[in-house]
């Protein structure tokens, strides 16, 4: 998988995170896409250190997906215990 296919997963996984973690987010396009790539990158090497499993490079695959949006979960709640509180 390339750089643009870690991108568009990386925008539909923050999506997926944003939808099931309705709230104040880190706004717009740009921020959902950089959350979701992150998210990606963090969940996928957390499952491939715990869970000896290898990083994908199939877009389609479930686990790289299951992996990228529970690693987008994990930064989004992580950035609103951070900076919940500054946007008012």
Not at 12 to 21: D, E, S, Y
Not at 38 to 52: E, M, Q
Not at 70 to 82: E, N, P, T
């Amino acid at each position: 998988m390339g750089i643009i296919g870690w991108i568009i997963l990386g925008l539909l996984a923050g999506g997926i995170a944003k939808v099931l973690l309705p709230g104040r987010d880190p706004g717009g396009l740009i921020g959902t896409t950089l959350i979701g790539i992150a998210g990606a990158f963090t969940g996928g090497r957390l499952s491939a250190k715990f869970l000896n499993r290898s990083i994908q490079n199939d877009f389609f695959d479930l686990a790289t997906w299951g992996s990228a949006i529970a690693g987008s979960l994990v930064l989004l709640i992580a950035y609103r215990l951070l900076f919940g509180n500054s946007r008012n």
